[in-house]
């Protein structure tokens, strides 16, 4: 059904329709008996929070330097697991002496992590250091190299 055959519906409905019994009394007692159990919660979470926008913005009016629009930069953290990972990539393909049975299109699946780690490393240039993208990015990157590990036939690692 689209939306011009829904209106005509509409207004075909018979206008005298009344409803068998006045459902907003019930209604009206259940919504005031939330909104009594839940006010004492909603007036601290709201001073709560209101009390951390206060703070934040205070430090933020407080510390030079601090730009107010989102980042270009790389933050320290992003920048430490890019280039760990980076190491680490560079080191398991540098070592592949092959493909694995089973992986043949295994740098298209490359291309779909270096996807989505370009996503997430794009919202930390709006959120830098944000916990849980840090955390998906660091969680990206042990995939990937997971992937590379199980794709690649591996030369063994000598040891002097």
Do not use: C
């Not at 703070?55 to 430490?80: D, R």
């Not at 890019?82 to 070592?95: D, P, S, T």
């Amino acid at each position: 059904m689209n939306e011009q055959q829904l209106d005509q519906a509409i207004a075909n409905l018979n206008r005298q329709l009344t409803p068998e019994q006045d459902l907003w009394s019930a209604l009206e007692r259940r919504l005031d008996v939330k909104t009594k159990q839940q006010s004492p919660l909603w007036l601290w979470a709201t001073a709560a929070a209101v009390t951390l926008v206060g703070l934040i913005s205070w430090q933020l009016a407080l510390l030079p330097g601090i730009e107010k629009t989102p980042q270009a930069s790389v933050s320290s953290a992003e920048m430490l697991l890019l280039q760990v990972y980076e190491q680490q990539k560079a080191e398991q393909l540098r070592q592949a002496t092959g493909i694995a049975d089973g992986f043949d299109n295994w740098q298209q699946q490359l291309q779909v992590w270096d996807q989505a780690i370009a996503q997430v490393r794009h919202a930390l240039s709006f959120y830098p250091d944000e916990p849980q993208l840090l955390a998906q990015l660091q969680h990206l990157y042990q995939q990937q190299l997971s992937f590379i590990q199980k794709a690649t036939l591996q030369q063994p690692i000598a040891i002097s």
